[in-house]
């Protein structure tokens, strides 16, 4: 792909192809693997979303072990939603399948406290909003929020339309809030 031809979506991978199976602890030599694709428009449309019980594999680490998450991801549309959301049982809603999730209470930005990959836009949201919060999230608490969205660096944020059978707003004025914040923060030259 031709970067001069609009913007577009880095991925940055280190591995090592040498590196064996039966014995990852051996020495490693990695390499770096660089991919791009076509950004999506921003901002995306309302997603709807379905609940699914599962915890990535080493959850706070990025890795290329995607294959739970887009096996749910597909499973999920299989079901006509657009997307899958994790939870557990006492850990609460964790995460998207490659995206962190956002609710608005009325009063502040929530933030699940749930093992997740914490996410660079969430971070940035967190910095540049003055009412963010991090707290356990259960789906018994969805009725309860007046917003929800889903953010990753490559979309910012996307509002969601529902949980399950949960519905939420996607014209509440948090979301153009914390789009208009987050297109504010100033992008980092390369160097």
């Given at each position: 792909?031709?970067?001069?031809?609009?913007?577009?979506?880095?991925?940055?991978?280190?591995?090592?192809?040498?590196?064996?199976?039966?014995?990852?602890?051996?020495?490693?030599?990695?390499?770096?693997?660089v991919t791009t694709r076509p950004a999506p428009p921003v901002p995306q449309?309302?997603?709807?979303?379905?609940?699914?019980?599962?915890?990535?594999?080493?959850?706070?680490a990025k890795h290329t072990g995607?294959?739970?998450?887009?096996?749910?991801?597909?499973a999920a549309?299989?079901?006509g939603f657009d997307d899958v959301?994790?939870?557990?049982?006492?850990?609460?809603?964790?995460?998207?399948?490659?995206?962190?999730?956002?609710?608005?209470?009325?009063r502040q930005v929530v933030w699940p406290r749930a093992e997740h990959l914490p996410g660079?836009?969430?971070?940035?949201?967190?910095?540049?909003?003055d009412h963010c919060v991090s707290r356990t999230v259960t789906l018994y608490q969805l009725p309860f929020m007046e917003a929800a969205f889903a953010t990753n660096a490559a979309v910012g944020v996307r509002p969601i339309s529902a949980i399950g059978s949960v519905p939420f707003a996607t014209d509440h004025p948090i979301l153009s809030e914390l789009r208009d914040r987050y297109a504010e923060i100033a992008a980092e030259q390369p160097h």
């Open positions: 792909m031709d970067l001069t031809d609009g913007d577009a979506v880095v991925r940055i991978t280190a591995f090592d192809p040498d590196l064996s199976l039966t014995h990852p602890a051996g020495p490693a030599a990695p390499r770096i693997l449309g309302p997603m709807r979303v379905q609940p699914v019980r599962h915890l990535r594999q080493v959850a706070g995607l294959f739970d998450s887009l096996h749910l991801r597909r549309q299989l079901d959301l994790f939870h557990g049982d006492e850990l609460g809603i964790s995460e998207g399948a490659t995206w962190n999730v956002g609710f608005f209470d009325g660079v836009t969430e971070a940035l949201l967190t910095g540049v909003h």
